[in-house]
């Protein structure tokens, strides 16, 4: 046991047993005093006394209840719906469930005090938010305070919150026992418009409360308003949407139905009070006519209506609507927040004068402007600032309207500039696009590689399209699992359009939705779904790909030989799982593991191109790494690759690999140039083989080549690892160690776990004499490889006068290499910065007999200069096919 | 059979004197048995009561005159032990049978039919393990908090029987049940705490 962790623990136990002596509030200024400049000590305590604040209700609750559907072996809880009632949460008794939504259950429970008896609804939020749920806990708890203060009489009090045993955040409401709107429309339909209007009223003045101060409610709708013993209303849920995170993804959201969002909560924009505004116009327009404004079969295309779709009139479908009520719900529904009513008491205002019958200008006036409203003077109006925007609004909006376009003043005052109609071409380059990666919508983490083989087949095909611009792979799977809106994306990868969508698959039927989303207006251009077998998902792909392209407005021209029907869907599995284990790549068990899933998949499918490309990917990764005999896995490489051609001779992967193999294994610069060109032709999205080529290029001396595709490379995968600490590489080996140094760092900024690069930097430092640093770099590099004393971390100090430690390190190596294999090349370097020529010669000569990494670039290492004048270093490098460098 | 004078303590896998695990044993069988006809009686068991398992199965091993047992305290501080075993276990084996799984994704459909209130069944067990790993690094730190913790919580003991179990006051047995359950919450919310 660390005694080091037990005597800290038992200091922090002390102060913190003395703290809880004292009162609350004499806590903090003691543990000042007892820590004095002990900050770890502090911070030990500190952290214990908040725990001790929150902690509370931390299993205070029996355990048994707490594991008994784990005891059980019937069915689980959750799996059908049916759920395990807690007996109790924190101090409350539960005494049954009576609602439950997107966010949570909501139960009627009681204060289980014999000196405070109270009756409340609680709502637990649910698990299962990807985190955990404890930034959502952590920041609902901070915002208790703000919304346990809103009082008034159309607000259902926020009592009470807390943390339920699981971690749970909970909190507690006055129960209001005459039910929600939402159930009085399930039951009624329409309400009559008498109720309605008083109902309307209520839900306005409590927006306004909340809005003074501050607060928005994100989330108004039926099932939030809920309704007292005497039928007044009582809005709940304050700004717990906002709390828990206003999670909205266009492929599916946490918040249940999408039907009350305002477009900028779908878009991902600022929101304000004005959101509400909105949602209030939807909750009023759905209990006039007993319909919902904007809906649809799937989330998705919910939010689509609701950004760019127009509502059906009121008038339509309630005859007889009083005109002025069907002009302000239109008004609360636009789309731009700056068209809708300014705040809840214009809203209130225009609701009263309706009430009234009054005036039918005076509510127009009241209610703010509208684009038809010429420029007038509004009598009597009590606001003259309101008045004069009103005015100047008007004017600009009967401007723009002919222009077709739409001005408008954000609130802090900037103007932005938006259109409904689609964005006009910019005289620029071919249109942009990113497929982020597909969400897997069907419950189960087996259909992840699943997903991301379609959203790579996807970025393939497009990739594949003459004038689209289309970003790769490793980019766009940077950013799974962030939630960036749109356009936020859009600024990373650079560009203009993201197709996001999901997939479900279900044994052997598919669903896939996809859509097209403009970045700069936010707007969807395009969306559509799909319900198909899974032995058609090519055709699928292809017929999104197409009607992308359309949307695009790129010509789509694709040969017949891309229309693959999958054969085996067995096959195809494992195929993706193979693809999926390759990229994961963090070992050679990784490797392995890729190579039997694509054995397997060939086993099924002898014909499958795909399977012995990913084949041969596997085992070039093999080589690379050093794991297994460069010899033979590189030949395995290079086998299967040739299989993959013969069956499809447009597989760019498989040409990479098979070029890749040449470059390494065979030293066949030529061949490996013809194969790496066609690769990119074939495919020049491509990433890994512009990598792979511009290497290859630098090896043989061919640095502005060389660092041009690697170049050409980041441009189209900004967000891909490697190809910075490749330029370095090459900068490196063409003797410019400024703009290594430059590569370098930016690349390590992006990755600081890259050993290769820091390998690289030590040997730009080298060359500019900074010893120092370069040292440093080395010992960073070994590090990060698992060991400390490295080969060329003894070249390295060869080199800058620590002969004595050199010599110990490679004796230490050499020995070893008799248990275990040792990589040649740098034991090599090392004895050449030692200055024994021949003895590096010799392991120099071993590795290329094993095909050891790296020694494709044999003449381009700094290290081995000083074996240029030897004949033996003529030799090989002959035998190698390399031009000897004077 | 000679007995153990004191409750178990919680870092020691094996009786330290010797004493043959055989009561063990047995209250951890009549334990589960106990569990298992609650939870017969009222399917989804969300009123199961530690305590109330814990009394029904002292009473029935009583009964059986299967007396391995000083008093009362003494059975309840093994039972205790034998608790958070059962439980324990259950979580690990659900644990182990749902590791690889990611989180479950909601289909679209479904948003609106979300299944339990509180805590679904891989919440509990990874709830269950996490806690008892914390408890066993805990007990490594301050053994007495450790089993105030396991009687508490796994056993079901009140605070006096968690004093009298452990020879210890009663102000001080609340105040390590306070500070166990700071150290453990901490421990595992931390980006709560901060």
């Known amino acids: ?886 | 059979m000679a007995t153990p004078s004191r409750p178990p303590d919680p870092s020691d896998n094996a009786f330290a004197d010797g004493v043959p695990p055989e009561p063990f044993a047995l209250v951890y069988d009549e334990l589960l048995r106990v569990a298992h006809r609650h939870l017969a009686r009222e399917a989804e068991g969300h009123s199961l009561s530690t305590t109330a398992l814990v009394h029904e199965a002292y009473l029935r091993l009583r009964d059986r005159g299967t007396s391995g047992f000083n008093d009362r305290i003494h059975f309840f501080a093994m039972a205790a032990r034998a608790m958070r075993r059962i439980l324990v276990d259950h979580a690990r084996r659900h644990h182990a049978a749902k590791r690889g799984s990611n989180a479950r994704r909601v289909p679209l459909e479904s948003i609106e039919r979300l299944g339990d209130g509180a805590l679904d069944v891989e919440e509990r067990a990874e709830l269950l393990v996490a806690l008892d790993e914390a408890l066993v690094r805990l007990a490594e730190l301050d053994s007495r908090q450790a089993q105030v913790v396991e009687l508490r919580f796994f056993g079901g003991l009140t605070e006096e029987e968690t004093a009298e179990a452990l020879g210890i006051g009663l102000r001080t047995a609340k105040r390590d049940w306070a500070k166990a359950r700071s150290w453990l919450y901490q421990t595992l919310y931390p980006d709560m705490v901060g």
Not at chain 1, 4 to 13: L, T
Not at chain 1, 264 to 292: C, I, K, N, P
Not at chain 1, 689 to 717: I, K, N, P, W
């Open chain 1, 1 to 886: 046991m660390d005694a080091f962790r037990a005597e800290r623990f038992r200091r922090a136990d002390a102060v913190f047993d003395a703290a809880l002596d004292l009162a609350p509030d004499e806590r903090a200024a003691f543990v000042e005093r007892a820590c004095s400049d002990d900050m770890e000590l502090r911070a030990d305590v500190q952290r214990l006394l908040r725990a001790y604040g929150q902690s509370d209700d931390f299993l205070d609750t029996s355990a048994a209840a707490l594991a008994a559907p784990l005891l059980a072996n019937g069915p689980t809880p959750g799996s059908d719906g049916v759920a395990t009632i807690p007996d109790r949460i924190g101090p409350y008794r539960i005494e049954r469930e009576i609602g439950r939504g997107g966010m949570g259950v909501v139960y009627l429970a009681e204060r289980d005090d014999p000196t405070f008896r109270q009756r409340v609804a609680l709502k637990v939020v649910r698990g299962g938010i990807p985190d955990g749920g404890r930034r959502h806990v952590a920041r609902f708890l901070a915002e208790r305070q703000l919304l346990a203060s809103l009082e008034h009489a159309h607000i259902a009090r926020l009592f009470d919150g807390g943390v339920t045993i699981g971690g749970l955040p909970y909190y507690t409401m006055a129960y209001c026992e005459g039910g929600s709107l939402a159930d009085r429309l399930r039951v009624n339909g329409a309400l009559p418009v008498g109720e309605a209007l008083p109902i309307a009223r209520q839900l306005a003045t409590a927006l306004g409360a909340a809005h003074a101060r501050g607060v928005v409610h994100r989330d108004v709708k039926p099932g939030n308003v809920l309704f007292d013993v005497d039928g007044s209303v009582r809005l709940t849920d304050f700004g717990i949407a906002k709390l828990l995170g206003d999670d909205v993804t266009h492929t599916g959201g946490v918040l249940g139905t999408a039907a009350y969002l305002s477009p900028e909560q779908a878009t991902g924009e600022t929101v304000d009070h004005r959101a509400d505004l909105w949602a209030f116009g939807v909750t009023l327009y759905e209990m006039l006519s007993g319909r919902r404004p904007f809906d649809g079969s799937s989330y998705a295309v919910v939010l689509h209506r609701i950004v760019s779709a127009t509502p059906e009139p009121l008038r339509a479908c309630v005859p007889g609507i009083a005109p002025d009520l069907d002009a302000l719900v239109m008004r609360l529904l636009q789309k731009s927040p700056s068209l809708r009513p300014e705040s809840a008491e214009e809203v209130v205002r225009a609701l009263d004068a309706i009430a009234v019958g009054g005036d039918a200008r005076s509510a127009r006036r009241d209610a703010g402007h509208a684009p038809r409203n010429t420029v007038k003077a509004a009598h009597g109006s009590p606001d003259r600032r309101r008045t004069a925007r009103v005015i100047v609004g008007g004017a600009i909006a009967l401007l723009s309207a002919v222009a077709g376009y739409v001005v408008w003043q954000r609130a802090d005052g900037s103007s932005a500039l938006s259109t409904n109609a689609p964005a006009p071409l910019r005289a620029m380059a071919a249109p942009s696009v990113a497929v982020l990666p597909f969400a897997n919508t069907s419950g189960a983490a087996a259909d992840e590689p699943f997903t991301d083989g379609l959203t790579d087949e996807l970025i393939g095909t497009l990739g594949r399209v003459r004038g689209l611009r289309v970003i790769a792979r490793s980019s766009v799977f940077a950013l799974k699992g962030s939630h960036l809106a749109a356009r936020a994306i859009g600024d990373t990868l650079g560009v203009d359009h993201v197709v996001e969508g999901s997939v479900r698959r279900s044994g052997d039927s598919l669903r896939v939705f996809a859509q097209l989303v403009s970045v700069r207006n936010d707007s969807v251009l395009w969306s559509e779904r799909y319900d198909r077998q899974l032995k058609d998902v090519f055709a699928v792909q292809e017929e999104i790909a197409r009607a992308m392209a359309g949307a695009l407005r790129v010509q789509f021209a694709l040969g017949d030989e891309r229309l693959q029907a999958v054969g085996n869907p067995e096959a195809l599995d494992l195929y993706l799982r193979g693809r999926f284990a390759l990229n994961t790549r963090t070992g050679s068990a990784d490797l392995l593991r890729a190579a039997r899933l694509f054995e397997a998949a060939i086993e099924r499918d002898s014909s499958y191109a795909r399977a012995y490309s990913g084949l041969s990917d596997a085992y070039a990764s093999m080589g690379n790494f050093g794991y297994g005999r460069p010899r033979e896995t590189f030949a395995k490489a290079r086998e299967n690759a040739l299989r993959a051609l013969r069956l499809d001779s447009t597989l760019a992967e498989a040409r990479t690999s098979l070029a890749h193999t040449l470059c390494v294994h065979d030293f066949a610069w030529d061949a490996a140039d013809r194969e790496f060109r066609r690769a990119i032709e074939e495919d020049p999205g491509y990433t890994f083989a512009r990598m792979a080529y511009g290497v290859c290029l630098g090896a043989r001396s061919r640095f502005d080549e060389g660092l041009a595709q690697l170049d050409t490379a980041r441009r189209s995968d900004p967000l891909r690892m490697g190809i910075g600490a490749l330029r370095g590489r090459v900068l490196v080996g063409a003797g410019r160690p400024d703009e290594a140094i430059a590569a370098l760092t930016h690349a390590l900024d992006l990755n600081p776990q890259a050993d290769l690069a820091w390998e690289q930097l030590g040997e730009a430092y080298l060359m500019k004499g900074q010893d120092a640093d370069a040292i440093a770099a080395f010992r960073k590099a070994a590090e990060l490889s698992g060991v400390r004393d490295s080969a060329q971390l003894a070249y390295a100090l060869a080199v800058t006068g620590d002969r004595g430690t050199a010599e110990r390190i490679v004796r230490d190596l050499v020995t070893s290499s008799r248990t275990r294999y040792v990589p040649p090349f740098h034991i090599a370097m090392a004895y050449a910065g030692l200055g024994q020529v021949d003895t590096a010669l010799d392991w120099l000569e071993q590795a290329y007999e094993e095909r050891a990494s790296f020694i494709s670039g044999i003449n381009v290492t700094e290290a081995f200069k000083p074996l240029h004048g030897n004949p033996r270093w003529g030799q090989l490098v002959a035998k190698m096919g390399l031009e000897r460098r004077r």
